[in-house]
């Protein structure tokens, strides 16, 4: 399904939109403008706390971002074209990016823990298929995921 085939959820400056993906995906971010690799995309800010939520991001050991508006609805890939600077809370992309673009993150980058494991579908050539935070073990239900995929 295309983004103009769902509303948009947020406009924001810097030229990205908050959009609904898929009832499988979620919401995303796409970029409105052409971007270049390694451009500080947009600076983000919220509320710091210890609190780990479904759209919060690890700033460090045992704390979280809310409240972003952009930032906690990027999508994952195993593949990403965007990588967060938790240092000076900036969004840079990796790579050259058109307008229309999904924008995205490896959840594993960020994260010691991730709000809930997840089986991945991002189609990239290096991935995971499941997907956990870089001090977590694969759950159960990770295992079984990966067992059925002869993996």
Do not use: K
């Not at 991002?122 to 977590?136: D, K, T, V, Y």
Request: glycine share 10%; charged share 20%.
């Amino acid at each position: 399904m295309t983004s103009s085939a769902m509303p948009d959820l947020v406009d924001a400056t810097d030229g990205l939109r908050v959009w609904h993906a898929s009832a499988v995906l979620g919401c995303g971010v796409r970029t409105l403008v052409a971007r270049t690799a390694h451009e500080a995309i947009h600076q983000f800010n919220g509320i710091i706390g210890p609190e780990l939520l479904q759209h919060t991001l690890q700033v460090g050991p045992g704390q979280h971002i809310s409240g972003t508006r952009v930032i906690g609805y990027l999508s994952h890939s195993c593949d990403p074209n965007c990588r967060l600077d938790m240092d000076r809370f900036v969004l840079v992309t990796l790579r050259d990016t058109a307008a229309g673009d999904a924008l995205t993150i490896d959840y594993a980058v960020t994260e010691d823990v991730l709000y809930r494991q997840f089986a991945c579908h991002c189609g990239a050539a290096n991935c995971r298929r499941w997907i956990i935070g870089r001090a977590e073990p694969v759950s159960a239900e990770g295992r079984a995921w990966l067992a059925d995929l002869g993996l």
